[in-house]
């Protein structure tokens, strides 16, 4: 079955920076489009960033562009986060996420992972 | 990247219906059939059920249908059950630059 497992959350000040790992088994990683999706505390569900299957393709919301970076390890299945200039904003569970059409990216989201707190605090 | 506009809360008694709106514009919701809903119990992760504007992915029970007119989507839950309370979040597709937005999400009581 299909299991997505975030880790590398954390307590982190502002200005610094955190990584994210999603390790991904039960399905061909290398076939599908990838997401991380934030929820603050409280709060909605915010879309954040999507890598293509292949890595030629990577877009941003525009509140982390320039400052997170997504990217993937398909030899070892395995999606991350790269979060620099960390702001108290960013404070949410980051859920990785897979895309329902494989390469195809519309943001349809079929499997979720279990998430992983980021609180950004002084 | 404005989210999509969803009331804040809806309630019904068992057995009843509810319709949960997600009104969006003409570049996601308008301009895709790739509206998405997403039901999310507290302390869990959020679960597909409706993709591509009214279809069921496999498992998820009939009572819950999905529909669009212009640029607002609507989940509609008939028959309603104690086990349908949660949040539920609508998804457009919004191109190319913006990607994807979420709806602010409805919290849904069972009365």
């Known amino acids: 079955q299909v299991q997505l497992v975030e880790s590398g959350g954390g307590v982190v000040q502002p200005g610094r920076s955190l990584r994210l790992s999603c390790a991904a088994s039960?399905?061909?990683?290398?076939?599908?489009?990838m997401h991380w999706v934030r929820q603050a505390p409280g709060k909605g569900l915010e879309w954040v960033a999507v890598?293509?299957?292949?890595?030629?393709?990577?877009y941003y919301a525009d509140s982390v562009k320039g400052r997170f970076t997504i990217s993937r390890d398909n030899s070892k299945n395995t999606l991350y986060l790269q979060m620099n200039s960390l702001r108290a904003e960013d404070t949410a569970v980051y859920y990785c996420?897979?895309?329902?059409?494989?390469?195809?990216?519309?943001?349809?989201?079929?499997?979720w992972g279990q998430g992983t707190l980021v609180t950004v605090s002084s | 990247q404005s989210a999509l506009t969803q009331p804040r809360s809806v309630s019904g008694s068992p057995g009843q219906s509810v319709t949960i709106s997600c009104t969006g514009t003409?570049?996601?919701?308008?301009?895709?059939?790739?509206v998405s809903w997403y039901q999310q119990h507290p302390g869990k992760a959020p679960k597909l059920i409706i993709y591509?504007?009214?279809k069921r992915p496999s498992g998820v029970p009939d009572r819950f249908s999905g529909s669009k007119s212009g640029n607002t989507a609507s989940l509609t839950i008939s028959g309603l059950q104690a086990e349908d309370e949660a949040d539920y979040y609508c998804?457009?597709?919004?191109?190319?630059?913006?990607?994807?937005?979420f709806g602010g999400g409805t919290k849904l009581t069972v009365l």
């Open positions: 039960g399905f061909t990683f290398s076939t599908y489009a």
């Open positions: 996420a897979r895309e329902r059409r494989g390469p195809m990216i519309v943001v349809v989201i079929d499997y």
């Open positions: 890598i293509s299957y292949d890595r030629s393709n990577k």
């Open positions: 591509d504007v009214s």
């Open positions: 003409s570049s996601d919701v308008g301009s895709y059939n790739y």
């Open positions: 998804c457009s597709y919004a191109g190319s630059y913006t990607l994807g937005v």
